[in-house]
């Protein structure tokens, strides 16, 4: 941890945070974190990466961490941070990149790719498979008291974390989103109502990084957070063509609670998702949640540095 270097650039008129180890000369990573994650998630996979003979950068997306949220946070978007990470490419003066993402980031690796091919060697997704593009279907057939529908309602997130402190929320998020079972509250419960305090996290998620999540989303707050991934997730992309043809790889916890969302483990394993990723090879880890890659960290370092080996 100690090796990883910290620095500012500045992108699209705001300064992002942006973590980075490994030789300037060496083949770029750019890790794309997930929610309620943060540069911090891919620690294990930065150093593990910078030791095989790669660069690895890892940004805060605007409103994330320590880097600067956009004027109007309110109206943030997936294509602001897509913009962003063009920008951040750019800046850098990097022309090609692997791409490793988790949860939304997912999402965030497939639309660069769609528009900047060219930009692109290689994509490993953790945890969300390639889907379309566009308004988030399969979820409309979870009940109201689903997580990500309470937390697309404008001010309801905002008064149920508020009532605790930042590390608390973390902590809850943590222990709900790495349990098997989709975090739906009843009617009159709210979500960091379904978390005991007595609950311990997770064996593989020390105090030491609650705190050091805690302190990042202290300084940048919940408010960008909110509106993406959850309050963007009908928005629409000027993309003509949704099959994504360079080498990916999928990991998934075969814990993950994301596939019991309604059709995804069978979009899954029964192939549907190559239609939409041509050259996917997909992975599933035993007993591995949805944060597989802070949870059995050896084994994702190990499948990630095969696919950077086989495709670099």
Known sequence: MDQIEHK????????????????GSKPVVLFLHGFPEIWYSWRHQMVAVANAGFRAIAPDYRGYGLSDPSPEPEKTTFSDFVNDLVALLDALGISKVTLVAKD????????LVLLHPERVIGVVTLGTPFVPLGPRKFLEALPEGFYVSRWQEPGRAEADFGRLDCKIVLRNIYI?????????????????DLVDSSTPLPPWFSDEDLSAYGALYEKS??????KVPYRSLN????????????????IMG????????????D????????HLATNLEIVFL???SHFVQEQLSDQVNELILKFLKSHS
Do not use: C, W
Request: charged share 25%; hydrophobic share 45%; aromatic share 8%.
């Open 254 to 265: 075969e814990k993950d609670y994301t596939l019991k969302f309604p059709g995804i483990e």
């Open 8 to 23: 500012f650039v500045e992108v699209n008129e705001l300064k992002l945070h942006i973590a980075e180890i490994g030789n």
């Open 104 to 111: 939304f980031g997912a999402r965030l690796a497939q639309i």
């Open 176 to 192: 709900l989103l790495s349990r098997s079972d989709i975090p739906i509250a009843a009617p009159d419960q709210e979500i960091m």
């Open 267 to 274: 979009y899954i394993r029964s192939g549907h998702v190559k």
């Open 286 to 288: 035993p007993e591995g």
């Open 221 to 226: 707050g919940f408010q960008t957070a909110l």
């Open 235 to 250: 928005e629409e992309f000027n993309i003509s063509n949704h099959i994504v043809k360079a080498p990916a790889l999928l």
